[in-house]
Every structure is written in C-alpha cells, then in structure tokens.
C-alpha cells in the first residue's frame, strides 16, 4: 500500500495495452505442453524459483546439451534434472506404486536418494577417479553437482580425460534396476569400474580428432588450408631422393 502512488504512476506499455495473463514457468510467458508436463514435476518451492526467474534452461545447454557426451547420457541427466527418472518416490505421486523405499538402507526411494545419498551410492563415490572426492552429503543441487564435476581433474592412471560424474551416476542406476529386476547385485567397487570402463570405451571409439599445424593457420608465407577429415596426410622429416628412391 504504501508504493500505491509509485506504482499507479507507471506504464509498461507505450501503446496503451492492457495487462495479459502469462506462463511463468517459461521466459517467453507463454504456455507449452512441454513445460505444462514439466510443472507437475516441481515442487512448490521450485515453481516459486522458477517464477522468480531462476531458469535451467541456460544449465542444460551449458552442463548437459553442449557438452561432448553418449547421447544417452544427454537424455539421462536431463531426466535427472528434470526428477523425471522413475524412482518409487516418483512412482508414488503418480498413484502407481505404494511404499517404495530405497533397497539398501529403507529410506525413500527419490531420484536424489538413490544417486547421492543412498549408502551404497556414497561408497560408489568413494572409487571417484579425481584428484578430489566429490561430497555426496552436501545439500547443493544436481546442476551445481554436475557443474562442479566438469572442473574436476581425472587421475593420470585411470586413462581418460572426459567427465566421468554421468557415468557413474548411469552405473548406479543401472546398478540399482539391475537389483530390482533380475535380483543381480553387485559391489560399490564393481559399479565405480564399470562406469569407468564404459567411459574409457566411450572415449576409444570416438574418431581423432585431425588438428592443422600452426604453421599452416598463423604463417604469413602460408595460405589457409582446410583438411578433409578422409585424407590421410604422412608428415615425415626426411626427403626423397629421386635416384635412390
């Protein structure tokens, strides 16, 4: 009431038009299918930071789309992001299951329970192969989890270079439907190699990247040179001699 004067006082538009009705779950304002579904999802406290502006659009790209990962693994922390996994928590609010609780330790089984804080997930995080172990127990978010992971250094003997924070969040819960439905179980240890593993085999199978000589891009006496990734270029320090060959 007492900003009534200042507020009366102001006009968003120039040409007059009256107030509008907007979504705001989406900066645009107006309303999808897509972030209708997404909205059933949040929490009342997340709708809240979503209205105030607080967007994980721009967190996608940067943390999850523009990264060089397995495209299953896009998917994957997108749908963790988004609680969108089928966890018995999930499951619960969808009226498809009752009384779902986590398989190791009893407590509720909810996406972030069984990723971070689950028992067997905080002894999987303890063969993390950084130079620094990532705190599980912490409250920060997946997207602050994640963000922090991209900056973390992977030790020398492990043999990769990539992030391996998705892969073994997909080994823990492959590990976790594995248990639930073909009553397989196996070690912290097992699910932290295997998803090195699969990130080394990842890193393997993807083509070389062909790099230009810096001599052929910063030279003057050089004129730019764009290489086809199907040739095969054999540099050597020798010269050829016509009457040897």
Known sequence: PELKEHVLKLRPSVLGKHDAYIWPLQQ??????????????LSPNQSTERTRGDNNEGK????????HLHPKLKFFLWKIGSNALPSGENLRKRGMLQNITCNHCGEPESVDHILFHCQYANEVWRYGPWNQSIDTTDATTFFEK??????????PPYGFTGNALPWICWAIWTSRNQRIFENRSQSPEETALKAIQALKEWE??????????????????HDPMVLD?????????????????
């Open 204 to 221: 393997i199978a993807q083509p070389p990247s062909l790099k230009i000589p810096k001599s052929l891009t910063t030279g003057q006496q």
């Open 146 to 155: 994640l963000e922090r992971s991209w900056n973390l250094t992977p030790l």
């Open 229 to 245: 990734p199907s040739e095969i270029f054999c540099n050597t320090d020798a010269s050829w001699s016509h009457t040897s060959k």
């Open 28 to 41: 645009s304002g107006s309303y999808s299918v897509k972030s209708g579904y997404y909205s059933t999802f």
């Open 60 to 67: 996608w790209k940067k943390l999850i789309w523009s990264r």
